[in-house]
């Protein structure tokens, strides 16, 4: 999905807290990767630098690997928990997002309260959010990121995550609605005027402060002039000027209450 943000850059800066830790520094330098590097048995911390060299050489897919192998080999090794982490941010920056949620919950379930797990949470939403398409196609993944969003937010209120997923959320708000009206204007064009208006208002109702709201308000102006009812098109005449005064779709409005129902 198009962002007024660069959620890859900012996910990028935030990882990099669990990248390198004394404990890593202080390693002795080891060796390149093999190509079947997830068949050979190494010790945690060359295995782990090789990880995150392939990370830094932009490799995610190799990266993603390797960090899954340094929780295969040393599941008891502190460095087991980072590289779940890491598993799932490299697979989010190769683009597999399936298995970077997959990843990230299972750190969750793993480690609920580990200082990490508003990371975790905010990667999980991100993933969902990269997969947002187009408002001509299903939006269960749109919900979704809607809810994993909200979770950031909800558990980490005043997290720099939690930041980032509320201008997201207004974004994914904004992209639901614009389904709404899509449904909405199909039915429109088809005469269906009651099923239209109630799509309409759903976006009056629950996205009001999306860039969809005046056009909702409009199009419930030509619904209810359809059905017979000016009164109804009368109030939303009324919030559309109250609230959008100089929009196109209030001069719209207004003529065509006065071509219409004037006396209304």
């Known amino acids: 999905m198009t962002d007024r943000t660069n959620p890859r850059a900012a996910v990028r800066l935030l990882a990099a807290a669990l990248v390198m830790t004394p404990m890593l520094a202080a390693c002795a330098g080891g060796g ?8 050979v048995a190494r010790d945690v911390s060359t295995l782990y630098r090789a990880a995150q060299d392939r990370l830094d050489r932009g490799q995610y ?10 929780e295969r080999q040393h599941p008891y090794s502190p460095w087991a928990r980072r590289a779940q982490l890491m598993s799932a941010f490299s697979y989010y920056m190769d683009r597999e997002y399936t298995p970077a949620i ?16 508003p990371y975790a949470y905010y990667l999980i939403g991100l993933s969902y959010y990269e997969q947002i398409s187009d408002v001509t196609r299903d939006q269960k993944i749109t919900l979704q990121a809607q809810a994993a969003l909200g979770e950031v937010i909800r558990r980490y209120p005043d997290t720099r995550y939690a930041a980032d997923a509320r201008l997201k959320m207004d974004l994914v708000r904004d992209h639901l609605a614009g389904k709404e009206m899509e449904i909405g204007r199909f039915y429109e064009r088809s005469s269906n005027w009651l099923a239209a208006s109630i799509r309409f208002r759903e976006v009056t109702d629950k996205y009001q402060t999306t860039s969809h709201a005046p056009e909702a308000l409009y199009r419930l102006v030509e619904c209810y002039l359809a059905l017979g009812v000016p009164s109804e098109a009368k109030k939303s005449a009324a919030v559309l000027g109250a609230n959008y005064p100089g929009s196109k779709w209030y001069k719209r409005a207004y003529e065509l209450m006065q071509k219409h129902a004037p006396a209304a």
């Open 32 to 39: 390149g990767v093999k190509k079947d590097t997830r068949y």
């Open 61 to 70: 897919k190799l990266a993603a690997a390797l960090f899954d192998e340094v």
């Open 102 to 117: 997959a990843a990230a919950q299972r750190f969750l379930a793993i480690h609920p309260g580990n200082k990490d797990a």
